[in-house]
């Protein structure tokens, strides 16, 4: 499968943004899908996760009340809905796809995750 996540951009403090992860090649209603991102000169960080059966969802401190995960299998898409956003959360995001996997404990390992996406890049101004 191939990953290709869209719907980034700049916006003011305060806005919203929805971020697709749309696949091609395979289904993925056979994974547990994730977004991370990586801002300017750190490590990329975890955001939010979804697992591949129950649909349960986890997220980074960060993101929680904020930030919601969903998956539309039907259109075999991913999105990540972002809401107040803050200039902290400027970065390039990447949507994740782990084969067969529900998380657990381990909901933001990136090495959890099988196949990346190219990133998108959301810059919120402040």
């Known amino acids: 499968v191939q990953l290709q996540a869209c719907g980034g951009g700049l916006v003011q403090a305060g806005g919203s943004l929805r971020l697709s992860c749309a696949a091609s090649?395979?289904?993925?209603?056979?994974?547990?899908m994730g977004w991370f991102r990586q801002a300017p000169g750190k490590e990329r960080e975890f955001v939010a996760s979804?697992?591949?059966?129950?649909?349960?969802?986890y997220y980074a401190d960060s993101a929680k009340g904020r930030f919601s995960i969903s998956r539309d299998n039907a259109q075999n898409t991913v999105y990540l809905q972002m809401n107040s956003l803050k200039p902290e959360d400027t970065a390039v995001y990447y949507c994740?796809?782990?084969?067969?996997?529900?998380?657990?404990?381990?909901?933001?390992?990136?090495?959890?995750?099988?196949?990346w996406g190219r990133g998108t890049l959301v810059t919120v101004s402040s």
């Open positions: 994740a796809a782990a084969l067969f996997r529900n998380f657990h404990s381990d909901y933001d390992r990136r090495s959890n995750m099988d196949i």
């Open positions: 979804i697992n591949w059966t129950d649909g349960r969802t």
């Open positions: 090649g395979r289904t993925l209603s056979s994974y547990g």
